[in-house]
């Protein structure tokens, strides 16, 4: 009789992909179109309490109210909280790897009341601080996308 | 609250991978063990809670494909996709509508069959943050900065959680990974998204777990060590990253709150014998400490440097080892459940704390810990 046989089988996914296509809606198109076109950033202004949102949505968490006003902001800002990410995994946009290391920010553009993550174009922490100023520098190509802009740069070093 | 007690905890060991196990092999382990642990049969329990996250298993509706296994055949069963603590909530609200008398909620995971940046990664918004590769790592990179720029907290501070956590392991046979570690060598680690080390990250983790929920009535006749629900609550923040302050703890400070006024605890430092909460990184043991009342804000490393939160120590914290000795998510809030448990009945083995009356469970959901629940439990009512 042959031997038996131990072996511990897995099953692999393929190559099979589950596509989606998201709804940006009216507020959240209006915000990527104008990064596209105009190379500018808008939010959307809370009636209630004045907050304003950026990126846009339709609605205020805290005041639950609908948002309706549509309001400039400006490419600057400041660095709220930072990493330098140096472990690399697949980009789910481009299912490339991302080089590493690279530097990753919460912003708080001026005019908005919340942030916005993005890249930063320094990977050194040292010279990387919470309250450092900061401008989006924006890709030749644009196709209405958070990936329209390429990075955020200090204005200081 | 009617009193409602836990009669019946189970969870498999925790390992990088379970190979030989299937979600199926690992609940039905977990669920036996939690019926085995109470003295009760399946026929026993009234209806069932399962957690699970259909990104992680790779399938939808993954709560229902562990029917079999759950023991929920010809049962009432109910899901929660989100951490274990809040699976356990539902549980409990079941009991309280007055519907079951018992509630078996079980939750699985494992980390070993997916990717855990890319699935941690689809969490965040897909319009405006997915792209950018945000994942559970970066994002909390991004609040450890947060949080330890705003209060002067050093990563000497955290690295002394992972040090103290993973020492605790040793003593937990489920745990995934006791490390003998000092200070130096956990600084020493490199970097994968500074602040944060490799040794102040949980590892990917295997397991499932099992908690059995019973009314007053019904646990009068399962057991003579049940462990009281004192109180809980939940609480959360914005969903948005960039809506919040992460340095901020406030979603967790109102569920603590909540909580102990349940439980008619009004100083939680004076009331409360050991803590097991959701350390999936070592800041966070530093921040979930300060939003849950046992130092004032900032002043986490310091309790910690203290010794207070050792296993000798003032108030104990993760005597099991904690998230960053076994993290199989989703089932990490019921872990954190049931180490208080067993460590209320006396039934915690070589890390028994001596003299545990009252304990607190806490669970996240959500980035950065966007949602909190929180859970006081006592052996007594
Ligand atoms: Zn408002």
Redesign the interface.
Known sequence: MAEERKE?I?LE?GEAEQP?C?S?GVY?SKF?TELRDNKRFVGVKCPKCGKV???PRNVC?PCFAELTELVPVSDEGEI????????G?????TGKQ?PVPYG???IKLDGAD??????LDETD?QKIK?GARVKAVFEEERTG???DVKHFTLLER | MEPVAVVGVGMTAMRRER??DGYADLVYEAVCLALEDAGMTIDQVDNVVTVSNDFFD?RTISSMAIQDACGSYDKNVSTVEGDGTFGAFYGLMRILSGSFGTTLVCAHHKGS?S?M??IT??MFD??????????A??SS??????YM?KYGVTEEDCALVSVKNHGNAFRNPVAQLPLELTVEEVMAS???????KVLDCCPISDGASAVILASAERAAKITDKPVWVRGVAHCCD?Y????RD??DVRALQYAARKAYSMAGISDPRQEIDLVELYDAFTYMELMWLEGLGFCDPGDGGKLTASGATALDGKIPVNPSGGCLSGHPVLVAGLNRIIECVLQLRGDAGERQVDGVRAAVAHGVNGPCGQSHCVWVLGGER
Request: no cysteine; hydrophobic share 45%; glycine share 6%.
């Open positions: 511990l897995k996914s989606f998201w940006a959240g990527l949102y950026v990126p968490g709220v909280t930072f990493t330098v990410v140096s472990f995994f697949v980009d789910p946009s991302k990753y920010a919460v919340t942030y916005i993550l993005h890249y922490p919470v996308s958070m990936l | 190979r030989k790779g069959e990717e940046a890319l990664n689809a897909p319009i405006y943050e997915r792209f950018l590769g945000v994942e790592i970066t990179a991004l609040q450890a900065r947060a720029d490199p970097y994968v998204a500074e602040p944060l914005a948005h990253l960039g809506d992460l340095s």
